[in-house]
């Protein structure tokens, strides 16, 4: 289907695009058309498919990073490859691990090597920094491109550089979805300028080469995950392009992004897998897309098992492929296109139209090409600064961490009044780095953090399945039913490490463990994968993943410090999980006169009920402690891929035990080092300091432990709304973004608004001038104002641009962020911060469901800035001209934050 005839209606589509004997040739032409049809003409409802232009054609001009030259050339020569592919070759090509062909000298690829939401997840080492909504909270874009660039660094270093990941766009517009650690933030301005970001970062700056594909996903409107491979989302016009489509087009338009994700969903009927609409109307025609599209795992086979939107596999491979999916990730393509050549659903010519967008890419990621002739080869683990990379996911951590509370300067704490500390909550000894998590050899969790501050040694009795520094095989961890890490999906062969663990006096090691299978053995090796070899655990089958039991394995004549290896042995595929280690007896705590003590009491798990006599435990820790370290949150057991919560405040027991220690002892600091956002009303009305840390890194404990004295001022704000109930909130499934969804459009105050975060020094922000008093098209209004820490620490704070649009004849935003400045200061330091503001500035602009295109308002507009959403102070109204002719493209307002710099 050409893209000009999308202004046609569903009417005149069917007498124009297929005869009635091309109609009548099977179901599936039938089929096939009346989905194009549709799918055009709901977007044609939506509005935006008439302003499409020629496939691979740039909407918006020029390359970012590759050029224009390269990009033609990389094309030119994937075509010469293709026209001399056979179907079947070319066949081969379409899923994620497309086979080689030899005579042609092309290798076998694998389009899904690995995931890098926030670090690589596998390999021998890597670097974990914090998640994309953790660094949202820093609002620091320069920052996240250092980040992504060492993230790729070490991706290619790894040979891992086709990525389905890290940009998921999905905005955290409610916090029940499962996925919401993945998302940076509920706002469109903040998601898409870090965003675009990333997107440099990973692909990085040479005009020749990739230096990896980032990946845009989950394309469109996946925002809930419980239900994702079957639901629907019923899409207004206005919330579409308004709000969920914003990010995605700026990772094309400013990040020259090379990959995009289909989703499992579909929107208004449509799968996102099957729509032409989205992936070739849209994504190519309108934004200029050059890259090539993958499937989320499975949502092809979705199109035909469980939307029932195509009659058979091969008409929903058939479907895909002229949508313009190239990569399935699953089998379908692969199996089934074959016959959809045969049955004449799919040509081969359309075939190969879709690998020859996927084999340019791959040429300019030099995979074709001799090693020297890519820079990006000599990346290597050996050549790679690990220091400075672990420096950064410090940094990250550090500026990830938002101040929520602190009534009557309770933080930072003193050192010399403090010297009995009790760490108490689940997630106190957990590196909580959240999910699509690598296993990065420094993991420093809250308690690990506080001992190190104070010298105090690490060795420990209990060991996480999380506390491993290094992994073989296919392991990963995830949320044990005790409310720590364990390692999971664990095989023969599989080993994993540990750090040091003083064996003087031990007699025993117990190990928790669950089996569905048959068991298997566990052998224990000291300091080196082929070291000593201590012993050998049997487990059992216990019934269930989650059915937890101790094994035991008798210790005799060891003495010291030694590292532990596990290797895990029994018959092929999963045979069971590792929660913990401990090593017993625990030798009894002596404790000088004077000195500093450390506790630690889990009391209770994440999930799960109250175990009484480990409640009463951890209380009774904190009744004499000069201050109590509270650190709890929800991880992946309560909500993650494939499943959203139910609630949004803290589960199992948590609430009861912050409010039984509370009881004992008022002087207690939260920390929440948790994964989404969290309703904890009571903790805010009665707690003297809340510190929040989400999932920030394999450093995070450092980051925490430096905020809580001092050693560092957080200064981060909150990339999304934390409501005070689910009465705030619309249900899950209502995507009208108009309907008191985030702070845009929140009727009632939340528990704490979008942008906010409290610092350990004061900020004044004054002197707002304005250059000029009206705009019209071509025009910007530069603002500015000057920034000053009026305390006495060095302190950060983001200075934030809000626009509230002039009254117009639909429901729009409260205020809407246009452009935000993180801005370091020394006590008594100032700095002037500017900004300019096109006439072009989304915030203007309103999706004219008539016009089907932005339009705009004319009148007065209010520039409004603070630090915060609910807090600015500086106002100035600007008048907008009426806009005398129509935009070049019906989406070409802007959404990126809005030029800003500092003097």
Request: net charge negative.
């Amino acid at each position: 289907m050409t893209l000009h005839n999308a202004e046609l209606s569903q009417n005149e589509l069917s007498q124009n695009e297929l005869s009635q004997n091309e109609l009548s040739q099977n179901e599936l032409s039938r089929r096939e058309f009346l989905s194009a049809a549709a799918s055009l003409a709901a977007l044609l409802a939506l509005g935006g498919a008439h302003e499409a232009e020629a496939a691979n054609t740039p909407a918006v001009g020029g390359r970012v990073g590759i050029s224009d030259a390269a990009y033609a050339s990389a094309r030119t020569r994937a075509q010469a490859i293709v026209a001399q592919m056979t179907l079947k070759e070319k066949i081969s090509q379409l899923g994620a691990s497309a086979g080689a062909v030899p005579r042609l000298n092309v290798p076998a690829y694998n389009y899904y090597s690995n995931e890098a939401l926030h670090g690589l997840v596998s390999g021998p080492q890597v670097t974990s920094f914090p998640v994309p909504l953790a660094i949202a909270a820093a609002w620091n874009p320069e920052l996240t491109r250092q980040v992504y660039r060492v993230v790729a660094d070490e991706c290619r270093a790894h040979d891992n550089i086709s990525l389905y990941s890290p940009l998921t766009l999905n905005l955290h517009r409610d916090p029940r979805w499962g996925r919401c650690y993945e998302a940076p933030g509920e706002d469109p301005c903040l998601a898409a300028t870090l965003g675009v970001q990333i997107v440099r970062g990973m692909q990085g700056d040479s005009a020749t080469y990739l230096k990896t594909t980032a990946c845009s996903k989950h394309f469109i409107c996946n925002n809930t995950d419980s239900d994702r491979d079957s639901v629907s989302a019923t899409v207004d016009p206005r919330s579409f392009w308004e709000y969920y489509t914003r990010a995605y087009r700026a990772t094309v338009i400013h990040g020259d992004v090379f990959t995009f994700m289909s989703a499992y969903n579909a929107v208004n009927g449509i799968p996102c897998s099957a729509d032409p609409a989205l992936l070739t109307g849209l994504l190519r025609g309108q934004w200029g897309f050059l890259g090539y599209v993958n499937s989320d795992c499975d949502a092809i086979s979705d199109v035909y098992s469980t939307h029932h939107y195509a009659p058979s596999f091969p008409a929903a491979a058939a479907l895909s492929i002229k949508a313009g999916c190239e990569v399935n990730c699953g089998d379908v393509l692969q199996k089934h296109s074959q016959e959809a050549v045969d049955q004449g659903l799919v040509t081969e010519d359309q075939i190969g139209e879709a690998v020859t967008r996927t084999l340019t890419v791959r040429v300019l990621l030099g995979t074709l090409d001799p090693p020297a002739k890519v820079p990006y080869k000599a990346l290597t683990l050996k050549s790679l600064p690990w220091a400075a990379h672990d420096a950064l996911a410090l940094e990250s951590a550090r500026q990830s961490l938002t101040l929520l509370k602190n009534d009557g300067n309770f933080l930072p704490l003193d050192p010399r009044r403090t010297q009995k500390i009790a760490v108490i909550g689940p997630l106190g000894d957990v590196c909580h780095l959240g999910g699509y998590s690598g296993f990065p050899k420094t993991q420093i969790s809250p308690l690990r953090g506080l001992k190190t501050r104070f010298g105090l040694p690490l060795s420990v009795d209990f060991i996480s399945g999380g506390d491993s520094i290094a992994t073989h095989g296919g392991i990963t961890t995830q949320n044990s039913p005790l409310g720590t890490i364990q390692l999971a999906y664990i095989s023969s062969g599989d080993w994993a490490q540990f750090h040091a663990v003083d064996f003087t006096g031990r007699t025993e090691m117990r190990a928790k463990v669950a089996s569905a299978g048959a068991g298997g053995q566990i052998e224990v090796h000291l300091d080196k994968l082929t070291g000593p070899l201590v012993g050998m655990f049997t487990v059992p089958g216990t019934g269930g993943w989650d059915h937890l039991v101790d094994v035991t394995l008798p210790l005799a004549g060891l003495s010291g410090l030694h590292d532990i290896f596990v290797v895990f042995r029994g018959g092929d595929g999963y045979i069971l999980n590792l929660e913990r280690l401990t090593l017993l007896p625990v030798p009894p705590l002596v404790v000088q006169k004077g000195a500093r003590q450390i506790t630690f009491h889990g009391g209770c798990g994440v999930t799960g009920g109250k175990d009484d006599a480990a409640f009463a435990e951890a209380v009774e820790s904190a009744r004499d402690a000069d201050v109590v370290v509270m650190v709890c949150g929800v991880t992946g057991d309560v909500d993650g891929e494939g499943h959203d919560r139910e609630t949004i405040g803290l589960t199992g027991a948590q609430p009861e035990l912050i409010q039984a220690v509370y009881a004992v002892n008022p002087k207690v600091v939260l920390v929440l080092s948790s994964n989404n956002s969290l309703s904890i009303e009571w903790e805010q009305a009665h707690l003297p300091a809340i510190l929040c840390a989400v999932c920030a890194g394999q450093a995070q404990g450092t980051a925490i432990v430096e905020a809580l004295f001092g050693d560092y001022n957080p200064g981060g704000k909150l990339p999304c709304t934390w409501y005070r109930s689910l009465d705030q909130l619309p249900p899950s499934h209502d995507y009208d973004i108009h309907k008191g969804r985030t702070y845009m459009y929140l009727d009632g105050d939340p528990l704490y608004p979008f942008g906010y975060g409290l610092s350990y020094t004061t900020f004044r922000i004054d002197g707002f001038r304005s250059n000029v008093r009206e705009i019209g098209p071509g025009q910007s209004v530069k603002v500015s104002v000057r920034v000053t820490n009026t305390g006495k620490r060095v302190g950060a704070e983001v200075v934030q641009l809000y626009i509230v649009p002039p009254a117009s004849p639909v429901k729009r935003p409260h205020r809407q962020l246009a452009g935000f400045q993180r801005v370091e200061l020394k006590p008594g330091e100032g700095k002037t911060v500017f900004f300019e503001v096109p006439y072009t500035a989304q915030p203007f602009w309103y999706w004219g469901e008539d016009e089907k295109r932005f339009v705009l308002q004319p009148g007065a507009a209010s520039l409004e800035i603070g630090n915060s959403s609910a807090n600015l102070p500086l106002k100035t109204l600007v008048t907008l001209k009426p806009s005398l002719a129509p935009l070049p493209h019906a989406d070409a307002v802007d959404t990126v934050a809005v030029r800003s710099y500092m003097v």
